[in-house]
Nanobody, 117 residues
Framework: QVQLAESGGGLVQSGGSLRLSCAASGSTFSLYDMAWYRQAPGKEREFVAGIRWTTGNIRYGYSAKDRFTLSRDVAETTIFLQMSSLQPEGTATYYC??????????WGQGTQVTISS
C-alpha cells in the first residue's frame, strides 16, 4: 500500500499564495508518477499538475495557467505545489495521487483550499 499525506491547504485572499505538500510512504519502490488534482463542489475532479517520477518530466493542466509550479524532493518522496495569484474559482479540495506498478493509483484524503474574494 501507498499512503499519501497532504498538507498546506487553508484560507487565503484572492491574489494570495499557498504551497501544498504531499508525502508518499509505504510501497513506493515502484513509484512512476505523482500528481495533484482538485475538485470543486458540484464539479468533476480535474488534473492540475503531475510529474513522471523516473524522468522528472512535469506537465500542467489548464487550471495551472502559468501560476502554479510543481516541484519534488526525491529523498523524501514528496511533491509540492506552489500556487500564486489565486482566484476564488480555485476554491476546491486538492488531492494528491501516486501511481505505482505494485499498487496502481493511490489517493490522499485531500486538503481544502478556500480563496476569498
Amino acid at each position: 500500500q501507498v499512503q499519501l499525506a497532504e498538507s498546506g491547504g487553508g484560507l487565503v485572499q484572492s491574489g494570495g499564495s499557498l504551497r501544498l505538500s504531499c508525502a508518499a510512504s509505504g510501497s513506493t519502490f515502484s513509484l512512476y508518477d505523482m500528481a495533484w488534482y482538485r475538485q470543486a463542489p458540484g464539479k468533476e475532479r480535474e488534473f492540475v499538475a503531475g510529474i513522471r517520477w523516473t524522468t522528472g518530466n512535469i506537465r500542467y493542466g489548464y487550471s495551472a495557467k502559468d501560476r502554479f509550479t510543481l516541484s519534488r524532493d526525491v529523498a523524501e518522496t514528496t511533491i509540492f505545489l506552489q500556487m500564486s495569484s489565486l482566484q476564488p474559482e480555485g476554491t476546491a479540495t486538492y488531492y494528491c495521487r501516486a501511481g505505482t506498478k505494485s499498487c496502481g493509483y493511490s489517493w490522499g484524503q485531500g486538503t481544502q483550499v478556500t480563496i476569498s474574494s
